[in-house]
């Protein structure tokens, strides 16, 4: 059964950092295209990142959070990361992973909070 768990989210002050790991249980994890997104409170899921498969050669990033987040994976541990450096209240929202190019799995998020 494919399964993806997001976690390392919480409450950290603005200016602060986290890193959110999403590990994957999908056989040859290293062929899937891996995504973050995120979704705040009464807005709709936005696109964060996205890293390609195998060597994740290629990787993208939405304005709001390119130069702070970095998104990096580690095929024998079948998971994907998300660095975030320089966080702000507006990042404050629910954090998903998604396998696939077309964002076939997804997890069931892990929540992060920026204090002012």
């Known amino acids: 059964q494919t399964q993806l768990a997001e976690s390392g989210g919480g409450l950290v002050q603005a200016g602060g950092s986290l890193r959110l790991s999403c590990a994957a249980s999908i056989r040859l994890f290293s062929s899937y295209f891996m995504s973050w997104f995120r979704q705040a409170p009464g807005k709709e899921r936005e696109f964060i990142a996205s890293?390609?498969?195998?060597?994740?050669?290629?990787?993208d990033y939405a304005d709001s959070v390119n130069g702070r987040f970095t998104i990096s994976r580690d095929n024998a541990k079948n998971t994907v990361y998300l660095q975030m450096n320089s966080l702000r209240p507006e990042d404050t929202a629910v954090y998903y992973c998604?396998?696939?190019?077309?964002?076939?799995?997804w997890g069931q998020g892990t929540q992060v909070i920026v204090s002012s």
């Open positions: 890293i390609t498969s195998w060597s994740g050669e290629r990787t």
């Open positions: 998604a396998a696939g190019r077309k964002y076939d799995y």
